[in-house]
């Protein structure tokens, strides 16, 4: 082979490389989920319970023998215009119960705030097992100046939840979105 | 003297480069073309290192205020993008454009005409960010990895010029990377094999696959940063779907390959010095090219350990911190192989050696605090503190720069035909080791003691050491115009260099004239190859 020829394929096959890890930088997003998903990582801060292999009649059924100690731990910085705080900072529950709590947010600000709230569970195992039916952080809240409200989350815990957890802590981090509306609305995490 | 391995062809013609300026232009010559990329990358040395002092003086003492926030966060964010994309990484493709061609026996490099557009593609990728500094006022300040929302939402406009000089940037080091892989697999003279060559030219291999790989990457990160600023994506965006920790992963993903990318080409000089100056064969050649292809391959596994504190799940942390870890064998086993050369070596100790010798002890040290910060509970306490600035300056600084003059110390008389004065070397040599860790040890101590790092200003209590380390900072930079200094001057003054300059060379590019002709290996020379065994043959006495 002449040595421009040989010189010209190799070049090409080069730049068509650099080509495609040009692309490969796109496709490592749906990479990733693929992978989170499949390796069971980053489920701490998933807000609702995804698929476990159980029987969904089962999961209703009140396991009388195990108490779960639940606690409810809230989290924001010295900018952040609310005051909250948790009515039940600990709950002692048994599996299948279904239970009910509510944080207590104050804004005690001069002007109207939305707020989003990111859960994260420890541990992570038991992401899945805490089913939340209904959560004040599925949505953004927002509040007037100088008002208040009460959070509410209606929750159980799967009966189906490994044997060795006893402790759940379930914390939410509360950022203040006000300046930041976007354009679509956010994707369900 | 040197067994003769080749047979220089007899001289044609030395067809003359064109006259003037013209000839810088447009010159697709290896040897000008490598001139010209070190010639840039010192020149942008000495920015970055302006930028690097600015940054020393403001964090002089706490009541120190030559600049506010805004403007210091410039400083460092142009330091760091000046140097690795504007000294590191031009020098060794300088180093790579003059050298590999000799080493292999090739005329040139494969394709000379790109070569040409690889460098002035970065000269003009250099005018776009450092103009950005005057013409767009704030410049560049989220740091050199400037992290999305940063960057995204509350960038500066010159983060678009900062966007447009990376991509430019990324070109030229993609067109070089390919050059010198086409160089080396298609262009050696016959029968060398790749088991032959050089461990330079193996460094520059494995680096250049990094390089394809890893330098789009950054393109494709940039270019979402881009249109998150500009064209309504919210890759970066939590509220729109996206995810700021994307922004990282994609950055690092980038960005490990991209400081391997920074030190192979540093270990690929230490394993040209130090056999010449030890007078014996490097050690374990195969285990040589297994490290540094191994090195290359983990480096893309590893990326997470810059984010153990961003909030990444347990599982992955431990994977990152494991396979962090075991990046570090392949590393020991080439500091191993340097030792092993050293050893039973006959060993002086001209100005390369002694850079050579410094990077064994500095690089080690560098990379024992790498092992530490892998280390994922405890990186929580280190985690953008000083003592990560600490450990990537003395593996960049007293680690891959000093390879950098260690390769110019080897080559220069080479290059210029002349050699340079011993005993300016000397004093820059000792200026630099004695200043370098006065100014990068403390920074371990300023680390775990809890100084933030990327701060304009501090508690009191690490005034003394900020002061020791600005003091060494301004020793270590004037120290760096006296080796600007020997350097020029050699390029016409000193006793003339000889073939084969240093006693203990061995290879193809020792065995033409200092300088060289402007084409040299234009009919391949002849090689015959000899194999690496430890025990070498007695080298007779001619």
């Known amino acids: ?189 | 003297m040197n067994p003769p391995d080749a047979v220089v062809p007899a001289p044609n013609h030395s067809s003359s480069p064109a006259p003037g300026l013209w000839r810088w232009i447009t010159t697709t010559n290896h040897k000008d073309i490598g001139t010209l990329y070190i010639l840039f990358a010192f020149t942008m040395f000495l920015i970055g290192g302006i930028f690097a002092l600015f940054v020393r003086w403001q964090l002089f003492s706490p009541d120190v205020q030559i600049m506010d926030a805004n403007l210091y966060n410039q400083a460092i964010t142009m330091h760091g993008l000046v140097m690795i994309f504007g000294f590191l990484m031009p020098v060794g493709v300088g180093f790579a454009n003059w050298n590999i061609p000799l080493m292999i026996g090739a005329a040139d490099m494969a394709l000379p005409r790109l070569n040409n557009l690889s460098f002035w593609v970065l000269v003009i990728a250099f005018i776009v960010l450092l103009s950005s500094l005057v013409l767009s006022q704030p410049g560049p300040n989220a740091g050199w990895t400037f992290y999305a929302p940063l960057s995204a939402s509350y960038g500066p406009p010159s983060i678009d010029y900062m966007i447009f000089a990376i991509h430019l940037m990324g070109l030229s080091s993609i067109m070089g990377a390919i050059n010198i892989i086409v160089t080396i697999l298609n262009m050696r003279c016959p029968n060398m094999r790749l088991r032959d060559m050089p461990m330079f030219c193996w460094a520059w291999l494995v680096t250049s696959f990094l390089l394809l790989a890893a330098m789009p990457i950054l393109a494709g990160t940039v270019t979402m940063l881009l249109f998150d600023r500009h064209f309504g994506t919210t890759f970066f965006n939590a509220a729109g779907g996206g995810d700021p920790l994307l922004f990282q992963h994609l950055f690092w993903f980038f960005g490990h390959p991209e400081v391997y990318i920074l030190i192979l080409p540093a270990f690929g000089v230490i394993s040209q010095v130090i056999p010449i100056f030890a007078r014996k064969p490097l050690f374990g050649y195969y285990t040589m090219v297994a490290a540094l292809i191994g090195i290359g391959l983990l480096s893309f596994f590893v990326w997470a350990h810059h984010m153990f504190a961003a909030g990444i799940a347990t599982g992955s942390q431990l994977y990152f911190m494991f396979i962090t870890l075991l990046v570090a064998v392949p590393t020991g086993v080439k500091i191993f192989n340097w030792l092993a050369t050293l050893y039973k070596g006959s060993i002086s100790f001209e100005p390369p050696m002694l850079f050579a010798i410094a990077f064994l002890l500095q690089f080690t040290i560098g990379g024992l605090t790498g092992v530490m910060l892998a280390l994922a509970p405890v990186n929580f306490q280190y985690h953008d503190s000083y003592f990560v600035v600490g450990h990537f300056h003395y593996v960049i600084v007293s680690g891959a720069v000093f390879a950098v003059f260690a390769g110019i110390y080897l080559w220069l008389p080479k290059w210029t035909g002349h050699m340079y004065s011993y005993r300016l070397a000397n004093w820059h040599f000792w200026l630099s080791v004695i200043s370098v860790n006065m100014t990068f040890f403390p920074m371990h101590f300023l680390g775990l003691a809890g100084m933030p790092r990327r701060i304009v200003d501090y508690s009191l209590q690490f005034t003394n050491f900020n002061m020791v380390s600005s003091i060494g900072a301004l020793i270590f930079g004037v120290s760096q115009l006296l080796f600007i200094y020997i350097a020029l001057r050699s390029f016409n003054h000193g006793k003339p260099a000889s073939n084969h300059v240093w006693q203990g060379s061995k290879g193809l590019e020792w065995i033409l004239s200092s300088p060289p002709p402007y084409h040299s290996f234009h009919t391949p020379p002849v090689f015959t190859h000899h194999e690496h065994t430890s025990h070498h043959h007695e080298e007779k006495l001619s």
């Not at chain 1, 489920?43 to 009140?62: C, F, G, K, T, Y």
């Open chain 1, 1 to 189: 082979m002449k040595k421009n020829y040989r010189n010209h394929k190799l070049t090409t096959l080069l730049a068509a490389t650099a080509v495609i890890m040009f692309g490969v930088a796109f496709a490592l997003v749906p990479f990733f989920n693929l992978l989170c998903d499949a390796l069971d990582l980053n489920s701490i801060n998933q807000s609702r319970a995804r698929d476990v292999d159980v029987n969904p009649q089962l999961a209703h059924n009140i396991d009388h023998n195990r108490i779960i100690s639940l606690r409810f731990d809230i989290s924001y910085n010295d900018d952040f215009p609310w005051h909250v705080v948790a009515t039940d900072p600990i709950m002692h529950i048994k599996p299948g119960s279904r239970q009910h709590t509510e944080y207590l947010a104050v804004n005690h600000s001069k002007i109207t705030t939305t707020i989003r709230a990111i859960p994260s569970i420890w541990p992570p195992e038991a992401a899945k097992y805490l089913i939340k039916t209904e959560c004040f952080c599925f949505e953004q809240q927002i509040l007037d100046p100088y008002s208040s409200a009460q959070l509410p989350i209606y929750y159980y815990i799967n009966p189906a939840l490994p044997d060795h957890i006893e402790h759940i802590t379930l914390s939410y981090t509360f950022f203040d979105i006000s300046n930041f509306q976007p354009s679509t609305p956010a994707a369900p995490l």
